[in-house]
C-alpha cells in the first residue's frame, strides 16, 4: 500500500497496518480476556486428526503488539492479554477461532452481502452454518447506462 | 439458484459471474441413504456434478458423499466450505478439489494438473499418481499423493503439508513461500527454487537444488511433524529425510514490504 493510500488509524496517523479492530470498528473481548479463548478445542475446530490448517498459525507481532493473523479479511487481531510463557501459538489459534467462530471476521461478513454463489457463511470451524449467497442479484448503479459500444 | 444474465443495449447477454452454464440446477439425481449420498457423475457435466454435490452436502446437510464415474471431468468438488467426506470413485481431471475448505476428500484414481490448489483447510488422499503443480498456492490442510507427481509440486505453496510417497519432478517448492513437503522418493532438477520459506524433506536422491534452497538442520520438531503425519495416514514407519529450507539470500520481507509479507502469513 503506498504512502498515499494508506488509511489513518484512530489517531489520524498514517498506517500501513490492517487491523481486524479498525475493521470492525471496535475491540473484542476476546482479545483481552484470556479466560474467553481458553475452553476453545482448536482439534474439534479442524478437520482430521491433528490441528491441520492452524499448524501454520503462530503469534506474530503488529504495531508492536503480540497478533495473530486472520487470513479470512488479511488482518491481524491484537492479543492485548498476558500470554503465558510457552503457550503463544496455543493461545494465537484460541483466539482466531473464537473470532473466526463469533462470525467477526471482516471478510466473512461481507458473505452476506456480496456472495455470489451458494456457499456457507462460517467455515468448518463450526458444524451447521448458515448457506448465503443463494440469491444473489447484479448491482444495479442508478442512472447507469452502459456504454454504446457494448 | 436465481438466474443472474445481465442484459446490454446490443442484445448480448453475459453472466456477471462467469459461469460457462450460468442456467444450469443441481440434477437431483444422487442416490441418498440416510446421512450418505452416491453421485454417478457419468452423463452430468462438471458444473451440475459441483451443483450437485452443492445441494447435497449445504442443502440437505449430507456429511458423506460419493462420486462414481468421474471421468477425468475438470474442477470437480471446487470451493467446498463445509466440513464433510467426500470420496471419488475413479479419477477426477485438472483442478480437482481446489478452494476447499474443511472437506476430508479420498481420491481412489489419479489426478490432474493442480489437483488442491489454494486449499484452505481439509485433507485430501489420492491413491495413485497426481500431475504437475499438485497443490498449487496451497494455504493449509494436508494433501497426501500415494504415487508420484510431476513439475512444480507445491508452487508458491503458504501453509499446509504435501505428502509424496513417490518422487517429484522439477522445480519441486518452486517459490514456496510457508508449509512443508514431505517426499519419500526423489526429486527432480531445481528443488526449492527461489523458495522464500517453508521446509522440504526428502528421503532419497535430490538431482539439483534449485535458487537459495540450502540443506537445514534436522530438529525434533521436524520428526514430530514427520511421525505425526505418517501415524495419520497410515504410511508406515517414516523413512529417513533430508531437510532443505531457504537460505535467505534471494528474497527477504523487510519494513518496506508490509503488504507482501501479509500475502503469506
Known sequence: MSETTAPRSDTGARTVAIDAEQLAGKRFDYQSDMSLVEGIDLLAATPGDDINWLEDIELLEEDGVPAVFDRYSNSFIKIYFDIPEGRENEMARKVLVKHLMEGNSYGIILKDVHCKYEQVDLGPWVGEPRTVGTDWKPPVLEGWEPPAAH | MAGVSAGSKTGISYDARGLAEPDAEAPGTAEIDGGRARIDATDLT??????????????????????????????????????????????????????????????????????????????????????????????????????????????DQKGGTIIVTGSVGINTGFMMQRGRQIICGNAGNGLGDSMYDGTLYVAGRVASLGIDCVPGEWTDADAEVVERKFRIYGLGPPPEFQKFVCGKQLHNYDSLEPSERKLVI
Open chain 2, 46 to 155: 462438471t458444473r451440475q456434478i459441483n451443483l450437485e454435490l452443492r445441494r447435497l452436502i449445504y442443502g440437505e446437510g449430507i456429511a458423506d458423499v460419493t462420486v462414481v464415474n468421474p471421468g477425468s471431468k475438470h474442477s470437480l468438488a471446487v470451493g467446498i466450505l463445509k466440513r464433510c467426506q467426500i470420496t471419488f470413485e475413479g479419477s477426477p481431471g485438472w483442478f480437482a478439489c481446489g478452494l476447499i475448505d474443511g472437506p476430508e476428500v479420498r481420491i481412489d484414481g489419479r489426478v490432474g494438473w493442480s489437483c488442491a490448489e489454494n486449499m484452505m483447510s481439509g485433507s485430501i488422499v489420492v491413491e495413485r499418481s497426481a500431475g504437475s503443480l499438485t497443490g498449487a498456492a496451497l494455504r493449509g490442510g494436508d494433501l497426501v499423493v500415494k504415487g508420484d507427481v510431476g513439475a512444480r509440486t507445491g508452487i
